[in-house]
Protein backbone atom coordinates (compact mmCIF):
# COMPACT_ATOMS: atom_id res chain seq x y z
CA UNK A 1 0.00 0.00 0.00
CA UNK A 2 1.64 3.57 -0.75
CA UNK A 3 2.54 5.51 2.17
CA UNK A 4 0.96 8.96 2.03
CA UNK A 5 3.41 11.49 1.00
CA UNK A 6 5.92 13.03 2.72
CA UNK A 7 7.08 17.08 2.66
CA UNK A 8 10.42 18.35 3.74
CA UNK A 9 9.01 19.89 6.37
CA UNK A 10 7.83 16.65 7.32
CA UNK A 11 10.98 14.91 7.27
CA UNK A 12 12.51 17.59 8.52
CA UNK A 13 10.72 18.03 11.57
CA UNK A 14 11.18 14.32 12.20
CA UNK A 15 15.21 14.85 11.99
CA UNK A 16 14.74 17.90 14.37
CA UNK A 17 12.50 16.88 17.40
CA UNK A 18 10.67 13.64 17.19
CA UNK A 19 8.29 14.60 19.60
CA UNK A 20 7.52 17.86 17.72
CA UNK A 21 6.86 15.26 14.67
CA UNK A 22 4.37 12.98 17.01
CA UNK A 23 2.70 15.87 18.47
CA UNK A 24 1.85 17.36 14.79
CA UNK A 25 1.65 14.23 12.81
CA UNK A 26 1.01 11.48 14.50
CA UNK A 27 -1.33 12.90 17.41
CA UNK A 28 -2.03 15.99 14.88
CA UNK A 29 -2.43 18.00 18.14
CA UNK A 30 -4.28 21.17 16.61
CA UNK A 31 -2.63 24.21 17.66
CA UNK A 32 -4.03 28.47 16.44
CA UNK A 33 -1.06 29.68 16.83
CA UNK A 34 0.86 30.74 14.06
CA UNK A 35 4.44 32.56 14.11
CA UNK A 36 4.93 36.26 13.20
CA UNK A 37 7.88 34.42 10.96
CA UNK A 38 5.25 32.25 9.11
CA UNK A 39 3.11 35.03 8.74
CA UNK A 40 5.52 37.35 7.37
CA UNK A 41 6.36 34.91 4.92
CA UNK A 42 2.84 33.83 4.28
CA UNK A 43 2.69 37.46 3.06
CA UNK A 44 5.65 37.73 0.95
CA UNK A 45 5.17 35.03 -1.09
CA UNK A 46 1.56 35.91 -1.58
CA UNK A 47 2.14 39.16 -2.99
CA UNK A 48 5.55 37.94 -5.07
CA UNK A 49 2.41 35.05 -6.71
CA UNK A 50 0.26 38.15 -7.19
CA UNK A 51 2.88 40.04 -8.87
CA UNK A 52 3.72 37.28 -10.91
CA UNK A 53 0.04 36.98 -11.95
CA UNK A 54 -0.29 40.58 -12.85
CA UNK A 55 2.61 40.65 -15.51
CA UNK A 56 1.41 37.25 -16.84
CA UNK A 57 -1.95 39.30 -17.32
CA UNK A 58 -1.51 42.48 -18.22
CA UNK A 59 2.17 42.11 -19.90
CA UNK A 60 3.30 44.66 -17.10
CA UNK A 61 4.58 45.00 -14.19
CA UNK A 62 2.55 46.86 -10.88
CA UNK A 63 4.42 49.79 -9.61
CA UNK A 64 6.58 49.46 -6.28
CA UNK A 65 4.34 51.51 -5.05
CA UNK A 66 0.87 49.45 -5.49
CA UNK A 67 3.10 46.05 -4.85
CA UNK A 68 3.70 47.80 -1.22
CA UNK A 69 0.60 48.89 -0.66
CA UNK A 70 -1.08 45.71 -1.41
CA UNK A 71 1.31 44.29 1.33
CA UNK A 72 0.11 46.57 3.66
CA UNK A 73 -3.17 45.97 3.07
CA UNK A 74 -3.10 42.22 3.26
CA UNK A 75 -1.04 42.52 6.70
CA UNK A 76 -3.67 44.36 8.22
CA UNK A 77 -6.47 41.59 6.59
CA UNK A 78 -4.93 39.15 7.83
CA UNK A 79 -3.58 40.06 11.08
CA UNK A 80 -4.93 38.10 14.29
CA UNK A 81 -4.36 37.62 17.68
CA UNK A 82 -2.41 34.78 17.84
CA UNK A 83 -0.19 35.43 15.92
CA UNK A 84 3.04 34.65 18.38
CA UNK A 85 6.36 36.75 18.34
CA UNK A 86 8.69 35.42 19.67
CA UNK A 87 11.43 37.58 20.40
CA UNK A 88 11.06 40.01 22.79
CA UNK A 89 13.18 42.66 20.85
CA UNK A 90 11.22 43.15 18.33
CA UNK A 91 7.57 44.06 17.58
CA UNK A 92 4.94 43.11 14.91
CA UNK A 93 6.53 46.73 13.17
CA UNK A 94 9.55 45.50 12.69
CA UNK A 95 8.24 42.24 11.04
CA UNK A 96 6.14 44.13 8.78
CA UNK A 97 9.38 46.40 7.67
CA UNK A 98 11.20 43.39 7.40
CA UNK A 99 8.90 42.06 4.52
CA UNK A 100 8.34 45.32 2.67
CA UNK A 101 11.91 45.35 2.41
CA UNK A 102 12.58 41.87 1.31
CA UNK A 103 9.81 42.87 -1.54
CA UNK A 104 11.87 46.21 -2.49
CA UNK A 105 14.60 43.84 -2.71
CA UNK A 106 13.17 41.95 -4.49
CA UNK A 107 11.61 44.00 -6.86
CA UNK A 108 14.27 46.39 -7.47
CA UNK A 109 16.55 43.41 -8.78
CA UNK A 110 14.13 42.01 -11.22
CA UNK A 111 12.14 44.53 -12.49
CA UNK A 112 10.80 44.57 -15.36
CA UNK A 113 10.35 40.58 -14.62
CA UNK A 114 10.84 39.14 -17.94
CA UNK A 115 13.64 37.22 -17.02
CA UNK A 116 12.40 33.81 -18.41
CA UNK A 117 9.15 32.13 -19.34
CA UNK A 118 7.20 31.75 -15.98
CA UNK A 119 5.32 27.80 -16.89
CA UNK A 120 3.62 28.02 -13.06
CA UNK A 121 4.00 29.72 -9.79
CA UNK A 122 2.96 28.29 -6.42
CA UNK A 123 3.02 24.82 -8.30
CA UNK A 124 2.29 21.82 -6.23
CA UNK A 125 4.68 19.14 -7.26
CA UNK A 126 4.56 15.72 -6.50
CA UNK A 127 7.19 13.28 -6.35
CA UNK A 128 7.55 9.50 -7.12
CA UNK A 129 10.26 8.04 -5.29
CA UNK A 130 10.35 4.56 -6.35
CA UNK A 131 9.04 2.95 -9.41
CA UNK A 132 5.74 1.55 -7.36
CA UNK A 133 5.07 4.95 -6.12
CA UNK A 134 4.79 3.22 -2.49
CA UNK A 135 7.03 6.31 -1.56
CA UNK A 136 6.09 9.40 -2.56
CA UNK A 137 7.16 13.29 -1.75
CA UNK A 138 5.38 16.40 -2.21
CA UNK A 139 6.10 20.43 -1.92
CA UNK A 140 5.12 23.35 -3.38
CA UNK A 141 7.61 25.19 -6.34
CA UNK A 142 7.01 29.34 -5.57
CA UNK A 143 8.11 29.48 -8.86
CA UNK A 144 8.66 27.25 -12.37
CA UNK A 145 10.73 29.35 -14.74
CA UNK A 146 11.37 27.65 -18.52
CA UNK A 147 14.05 29.37 -20.25
CA UNK A 148 14.92 27.78 -23.79
CA UNK A 149 14.12 24.57 -24.82
CA UNK A 150 14.51 22.14 -22.09
CA UNK A 151 15.96 24.32 -19.38
CA UNK A 152 14.28 24.89 -16.24
CA UNK A 153 14.51 26.45 -12.95
CA UNK A 154 12.93 26.38 -9.41
CA UNK A 155 12.64 29.53 -7.90
CA UNK A 156 12.00 29.49 -3.98
CA UNK A 157 11.97 32.89 -2.02
CA UNK A 158 13.30 32.91 1.48
CA UNK A 159 12.23 35.50 3.66
CA UNK A 160 14.40 34.70 6.98
CA UNK A 161 17.16 36.52 8.29
CA UNK A 162 19.91 33.84 7.65
CA UNK A 163 21.96 33.36 4.74
CA UNK A 164 23.25 29.92 4.61
CA UNK A 165 26.60 29.06 3.29
CA UNK A 166 26.71 27.58 -0.43
CA UNK A 167 28.09 24.23 1.12
CA UNK A 168 24.82 23.89 3.03
CA UNK A 169 22.51 24.51 -0.03
CA UNK A 170 24.38 22.17 -1.86
CA UNK A 171 23.11 19.58 0.54
CA UNK A 172 19.68 21.09 0.46
CA UNK A 173 16.82 18.19 -0.08
CA UNK A 174 14.14 20.64 -0.35
CA UNK A 175 14.47 22.15 -4.17
CA UNK A 176 16.33 18.69 -5.06
CA UNK A 177 13.22 16.91 -4.19
CA UNK A 178 11.05 19.65 -6.46
CA UNK A 179 13.65 18.42 -9.27
CA UNK A 180 13.15 14.81 -9.15
CA UNK A 181 9.40 15.67 -9.50
CA UNK A 182 9.91 18.21 -12.16
CA UNK A 183 11.97 15.91 -14.35
CA UNK A 184 8.59 13.11 -14.21
CA UNK A 185 6.00 15.74 -14.72
CA UNK A 186 7.57 17.66 -17.52
CA UNK A 187 8.79 15.10 -20.19
CA UNK A 188 10.99 18.31 -22.42
CA UNK A 189 13.22 19.02 -19.20
CA UNK A 190 16.75 18.60 -20.21
CA UNK A 191 18.72 20.86 -17.54
CA UNK A 192 17.45 21.61 -14.06
CA UNK A 193 19.24 24.49 -12.12
CA UNK A 194 17.50 25.43 -8.46
CA UNK A 195 17.37 29.14 -7.70
CA UNK A 196 17.37 30.54 -4.00
CA UNK A 197 16.15 34.18 -3.51
CA UNK A 198 17.42 35.20 -0.04
CA UNK A 199 15.40 37.98 0.05
CA UNK A 200 16.62 40.40 2.79
CA UNK A 201 19.99 40.33 1.28
CA UNK A 202 19.44 40.78 -2.17
CA UNK A 203 21.15 37.81 -2.85
CA UNK A 204 20.55 34.96 -5.68
CA UNK A 205 22.45 31.72 -5.45
CA UNK A 206 22.13 29.04 -8.26
CA UNK A 207 23.18 25.65 -8.23
CA UNK A 208 22.52 22.08 -10.36
CA UNK A 209 22.48 18.62 -9.02
CA UNK A 210 24.13 15.85 -11.20
CA UNK A 211 22.17 12.37 -12.12
CA UNK A 212 23.99 10.70 -9.36
CA UNK A 213 23.37 13.21 -6.03
CA UNK A 214 19.61 13.32 -7.45
CA UNK A 215 19.95 9.39 -7.17
CA UNK A 216 21.53 9.65 -3.86
CA UNK A 217 18.99 12.11 -2.46
CA UNK A 218 16.26 9.78 -3.41
CA UNK A 219 17.61 6.66 -2.08
CA UNK A 220 18.49 8.84 1.06
CA UNK A 221 14.68 10.11 1.35
CA UNK A 222 12.86 6.34 0.82
CA UNK A 223 15.82 5.58 4.07
CA UNK A 224 14.59 7.82 6.35
CA UNK A 225 10.66 7.48 5.52
CA UNK A 226 11.54 4.06 6.19
CA UNK A 227 13.00 4.93 9.54
CA UNK A 228 10.20 7.42 10.44
CA UNK A 229 7.34 4.47 9.56
CA UNK A 230 9.40 2.66 11.92
CA UNK A 231 9.69 4.42 14.50
CA UNK A 232 7.29 3.43 17.75
CA UNK A 233 8.92 6.03 20.07
CA UNK A 234 9.14 9.71 19.54
CA UNK A 235 12.23 11.17 22.00
CA UNK A 236 12.18 15.15 22.70
CA UNK A 237 14.98 16.83 21.64
CA UNK A 238 15.60 20.00 23.29
CA UNK A 239 17.33 23.08 21.63
CA UNK A 240 17.01 26.77 20.54
CA UNK A 241 14.15 25.85 18.23
CA UNK A 242 11.87 25.28 21.26
CA UNK A 243 10.88 28.66 22.03
CA UNK A 244 9.19 28.56 18.25
CA UNK A 245 7.84 25.11 19.47
CA UNK A 246 4.14 25.17 19.14
CA UNK A 247 3.95 22.15 21.46
CA UNK A 248 6.02 23.78 24.33
CA UNK A 249 3.39 23.86 26.84
CA UNK A 250 2.90 19.88 26.87
CA UNK A 251 6.32 18.92 25.96
CA UNK A 252 7.47 16.72 29.26
CA UNK A 253 11.12 17.64 28.34
CA UNK A 254 12.67 18.30 31.86
CA UNK A 255 14.86 20.40 30.09
CA UNK A 256 12.29 23.17 29.72
CA UNK A 257 10.09 25.21 32.02
CA UNK A 258 7.35 26.04 30.07
CA UNK A 259 6.25 28.52 32.57
CA UNK A 260 9.41 30.00 31.80
CA UNK A 261 9.95 33.51 29.57
CA UNK A 262 12.23 32.58 26.46
CA UNK A 263 15.61 33.30 26.67
CA UNK A 264 18.24 35.73 24.37
CA UNK A 265 17.91 33.79 20.63
CA UNK A 266 20.74 31.92 19.54
CA UNK A 267 23.13 33.46 17.12
CA UNK A 268 23.66 31.62 13.72
CA UNK A 269 27.01 30.95 14.99
CA UNK A 270 27.24 27.23 13.50
CA UNK A 271 26.67 26.14 17.42
CA UNK A 272 22.96 25.48 17.34
CA UNK A 273 21.16 22.58 15.22
CA UNK A 274 19.83 25.46 13.49
CA UNK A 275 19.89 28.62 13.32
CA UNK A 276 17.11 32.00 13.74
CA UNK A 277 17.55 32.31 9.79
CA UNK A 278 15.96 28.35 9.29
CA UNK A 279 13.74 29.25 12.44
CA UNK A 280 11.55 31.63 10.05
CA UNK A 281 10.90 29.09 7.10
CA UNK A 282 10.59 26.01 10.10
CA UNK A 283 7.83 28.15 11.45
CA UNK A 284 6.23 28.42 8.17
CA UNK A 285 6.03 24.27 7.44
CA UNK A 286 4.38 24.36 11.49
CA UNK A 287 1.62 25.85 9.89
CA UNK A 288 1.42 23.77 7.11
CA UNK A 289 1.33 20.74 9.36
CA UNK A 290 -1.27 22.08 11.75
CA UNK A 291 -3.97 22.73 8.80
CA UNK A 292 -2.83 20.00 7.28
CA UNK A 293 -2.22 21.51 3.86
CA UNK A 294 0.03 24.61 3.15
CA UNK A 295 -1.34 27.95 3.96
CA UNK A 296 -0.28 29.00 0.36
CA UNK A 297 -2.77 26.33 -1.03
CA UNK A 298 -6.61 26.51 -2.33
CA UNK A 299 -6.95 30.02 -4.16
CA UNK A 300 -4.76 31.58 -6.96
CA UNK A 301 -3.94 34.89 -6.03
CA UNK A 302 -4.86 37.42 -9.36
CA UNK A 303 -4.06 40.39 -8.89
CA UNK A 304 -2.32 43.49 -7.16
S1 LIG B 1 9.47 21.93 23.03
FE1 LIG B 1 11.41 21.29 22.10
S2 LIG B 1 11.77 19.19 22.82
FE2 LIG B 1 9.62 19.68 23.19
S3 LIG B 1 8.51 18.93 21.40
FE3 LIG B 1 8.98 21.07 21.03
S4 LIG B 1 10.93 21.07 19.90
FE4 LIG B 1 10.71 19.05 20.87
Not at 108 to 117: A, L, V
Request: glycine letters at 6%; one cysteine or more; hydrophobic letters at 30%.
Amino acid sequence: MPKSPYSHSKLSTFETCPRQFEYRYVQRIPRDTESIEAFLGKRVHEILERLYHHVGRHGRPPSLRQVLERYRQDWGLHWHENVKIVRKDRDAEFYRLHGERCLENYYRQHYPFEDGETVAIEHRIAIRLDEEGSYRARGIIDRLVRRGTGAYEIHDYKTGAWLPPRDRLARDRQLALYQLGVLQEFPDVEHVELVWHYLAFRKTISMTRSPEELETLRAETIKQIDTIEAATEYPTRPGPLCRWCEYRDICPDPALDPTAPPEAPPDGDGRTRRTPGDVWSASATSAEASSGESPREGKQLLLL
